[in-house]
């Protein structure tokens, strides 16, 4: 069965055992589990259905593998001519999870 779910601001299509990488889910460690409620689409063949905007009971199960922090990003600022330069670096959180189970 697959699903297309809505988490930290990003869609996925998911299915039983699929690992992703998303943003942090904020107050987890590592082997939390996490309930995503916001499911948009799920099932397979005759037995697809489609929310409007989401399903009402469906849910997906996921588990945290490891939470960490993506590559380094500069964020390079310049006015020509004028002597501004600004430098600055960031790196985004992100929980790596894997899905458990998908309820529809």
């Known amino acids: 069965m697959k699903a297309t779910i809505k988490t930290q601001g990003q869609q996925f299509i998911v299915a039983e055992g699929d690992v992703l990488t998303v943003n942090r889910f904020p107050n987890t460690e590592k082997g939390a589990t996490v309930t995503i409620t916001d499911v948009l689409a799920a099932g397979e063949g005759a037995s697809f259905k489609v929310g409007t905007p989401r399903?009402?009971?469906a849910s997906v199960t996921a588990k945290v593998l490891?939470?960490?922090r993506g590559k380094k990003?500069?964020?390079?600022?310049?006015?020509?001519?004028?002597?501004y330069e600004r430098k600055q670096g960031h790196?985004?959180?992100?929980?790596?999870?894997?899905i458990e189970s998908i309820k529809a």
């Open 66 to 68: 490891e939470n960490k």
């Open 73 to 83: 990003v500069i964020v390079f600022k310049k006015k020509k001519r004028k002597g």
């Open 55 to 57: 399903l009402a009971g």
């Open 91 to 98: 790196r985004q959180e992100l929980s790596v999870i894997k």
